[in-house]
């Protein structure tokens, strides 16, 4: 399944304890509890955040767990791509940029990361930029063939004078 919502969504305001309990998700799945834990925030107020960004197809339930007596249920980010439309989203690209180059490292698989700033004519830069968009096009619609191997990019590009 490819879900590829946009934030902000009509409808889905994206203050601080939405957008904090989605980016928790990040390292992996995790229970209301122990994303609450790690926010230092009621369980109750998460697992309402949980299930506002599960009404947007942003938070996905995989299970459950017994903990004691009681069953949790599982949370993760859906599979495929999610476009964050937000001024936070640089400091989200980066947390997992740093991320997966480490944990690439520590499984001994390939990375491939840099910058390069060029130059280009004025009448070219919005050819540059439409090109920078069709290959992160390209590469999302790889999702629809499936595979085993996640691939996870950062694509950025902006022009100035």
């Given amino acids: 399944m490819t879900v590829s919502p ?3 969504m009509p409808g889905l305001q994206m203050e601080e304890s939405l957008w904090r309990t989605f980016t928790s998700l990040l390292d992996g799945p995790s229970t209301a509890r122990a994303v609450a834990t790690r926010l230092g925030r009621p369980v109750a107020a998460v697992i309402r955040n949980l299930n506002h960004l599960q009404e947007h197809g942003l938070v996905c339930e995989m299970g459950t767990d017994r903990v ?3 069953i949790e249920r ?3 980010l859906p599979e495929g791509a999610v476009r964050v439309r937000d001024e936070r989203a640089l ?6 940029t740093e991320r997966g180059l480490t944990l690439a490292a520590f499984n001994g698989l390939p990375t491939n990361a840099g910058m390069v700033s060029i130059c ?3 009448a070219r830069a919005a050819d540059v930029m439409q090109r920078l968009q069709q290959l992160r096009e390209d590469i999302e619609n790889m999702q629809q063939e499936g ?3 996640k691939v996870t990019f950062f694509l950025a590009g902006w022009t100035e004078d």
């Fill in 6 to 8: 946009e934030l902000p």
């Fill in 68 to 70: 004691g007596h009681h």
């Fill in 74 to 76: 599982i949370y993760r």
């Fill in 91 to 96: 400091s989200l690209a980066f947390h997992e």
């Fill in 120 to 122: 280009v004519p004025r």
């Fill in 147 to 149: 595979g085993d191997v």
